[in-house]
């Protein structure tokens, strides 16, 4: 990928992610167990993911697919790429 197709994208890093916003997962860069983890609680490409809750000291932040409520760390979340929605 270019720079220019970089920078022209619209994807963000899921730690980004304002709250009370939606995206969509587009790309994982996580390996091993923790890839595994957040592959079997449904976070996957595709998936609709929503900030809902920071904690007071700002890390970690709940996120809620697919109708569970997942808790990542700034670490783990920006490790991967979400597509905000629109509406």
Do not use: N
Request: with cysteine; proline share 5%; charged share 30%.
């Amino acid at each position: 990928m270019t720079k220019d197709e970089f920078a022209a994208r619209s994807w963000i890093l899921l730690d980004e992610l304002p709250l009370g916003r939606r995206a969509i997962v587009r790309a994982i860069h996580l390996k091993g167990a923790e890839r595994r983890r957040l592959l079997d609680l449904g976070f996957t490409v595709g998936a609709q993911v929503e900030a809902v809750q920071r904690s007071p000291l700002g890390d970690p932040v709940a996120y809620r697919v697919r109708g569970s409520l997942l808790a990542l760390r700034a670490e783990q979340a920006s490790d991967i790429e979400v597509e905000p929605c629109t509406a």
